[in-house]
């Protein structure tokens, strides 16, 4: 049994429980991993028991929250750590110690957390992703609302005051809180700073290695989970995919190779409008020539060569940012979206249309590709 000195400051260097920073990392790593699994999971219930899990699965953000919240308070208050610091063999210690009288002189034990540190741990690790996941989910839908180059953008009312400086402030709230992480993580690897994280500097606390003879040789099914999350996880998208009716379990097992891989005809071409302008009329034939359906005197065709290939039909110029239309053509994103709201050269009379089959468009249903 090692002894230890009564008065911790004054005894010698403790730093081999100084963790380094690889260590430190992939904690934090665990720990950003388990909302996604935690919502898939919800997910794939869903899926199969909406009635139970659809509400669920809409404030997923809530549940999550609440069950992070049941689980880290357990192991803040039973091993003075997180959940991924515990996995990891890590611990919180407080840096500062009040120095006992004299007349209370024990035996020396393991500084424990007050419950100060340990609410404030608990904000921390709860209440700090819920407020970032919040704020990335306006900013998402606040920055895309009333675009005029998104072809939803007139979904929504328009932006208020508040909306529009939280729009403008908050990319960079998210650098400055980045940037100082990343500060730390350059300072703790360097020694200038006993602390890992900010808060952990306005808690008074600090990162150390757990000592084995301090802790309680216990196991609980709680400390067993986070190994057992990829497997379980691997094992659910196994199921999944299994069950889905694109598996080999759903083919039939008498089905020959030519049957499942049986050639699909594209379907026909949409007729092109006579008032796009693209349309010529064919040569004319010569003089005793017979007169069938693909050389008729009034039918006209669009053909396109090599030269032509990526020249937008509207504008005859080259694609700018281009868009496929429902009728598959590919056009300039602008002139397609003029066309359709009745801004381009057919006027009104082709606002909601295909300016090049006629056929009825939406403006959502123009769609950018990558060409």
């Known amino acids: 049994m090692t002894s230890r000195p009564v008065f911790p400051e004054a005894g010698p260097s403790n730093s081999y429980l100084r963790p380094h920073l690889v260590e430190l990392i992939p904690q934090e790593q665990l720990r ?3 909302h996604p699994v935690f919502r898939y999971v919800l997910t794939y219930l869903a899926q199969h028991y909406p009635r139970y899990f659809l509400r669920v699965v809409n404030r997923h953000e809530e ?33 500062h110690i009040p120095t006992p009288r004299l007349a209370s002189i024990q035996a020396a034990t393991r500084p424990r957390l007050s419950n100060r540190q340990r609410w404030g ?7 700090l992703p819920y407020v970032r996941a919040r704020a990335d989910d306006a900013y998402d839908r606040w920055s895309t609302q009333n675009d ?13 005051t508040i909306q529009q400086a939280f729009i403008k402030v908050y990319p960079w709230i998210v650098t400055g809180f980045e940037t100082t992480l990343l500060a730390y993580d350059v300072a703790y690897l360097f020694n200038k700073t006993d602390y890992f994280r900010p808060w952990h500097k306005l808690l008074r606390v600090k990162i150390e290695r757990a000592v084995q003879d301090e802790e309680p040789a216990s196991q609980t099914w709680l400390s067993k989970l986070p190994p057992l999350l990829p497997p379980l996880l691997l094992a659910l998208k196994f199921a999944q995919w299994w069950y889905s009716p694109n598996s080999p379990r759903s083919l039939p097992t ?16 949409l007729p092109i409008a006579p008032e796009s302008g693209l349309l010529t009329p064919p ?89």
């Open 32 to 34: 950003l991993v388990l």
């Open 121 to 127: 741990m608990l904000l921390v690790l709860v209440g």
């Open 63 to 95: 549940a999550f929250a609440l069950v992070l919240l049941l689980i880290e308070r357990h192991h803040l208050w039973k091993h003075d750590a997180s959940l991924s610091e515990h996995f990891y063999g890590l611990r919180l210690t407080p840096t």
């Open 148 to 160: 005029p180059e998104l072809a939803l953008a007139d979904q929504g009312p328009p932006l208020t």
């Open 254 to 269: 008498t089905a020959t190779t030519s049957s499942l891989h049986t050639h699909v005809r594209p379907p026909r071409p």
């Open 283 to 371: 040569s004319t034939p010569p003089p005793g020539a017979e007169t069938s359906l693909d050389n008729h005197p009034q039918q006209q065709a669009y053909t396109i060569d090599v030269n032509g290939f990526g020249l937008c039909p509207i504008c005859k110029g080259k694609w700018a940012n281009p868009a496929i239309l429902p009728s598959g053509w590919v056009v300039c994103y602008r002139c397609g979206w003029d066309a359709i709201s009745g801004e381009g050269e057919q006027g009104e009379a082709g606002k909601g249309r295909c300016p090049i089959t006629g056929v009825e468009v939406h403006p959502s249903e123009l769609r950018r590709v990558l060409v």
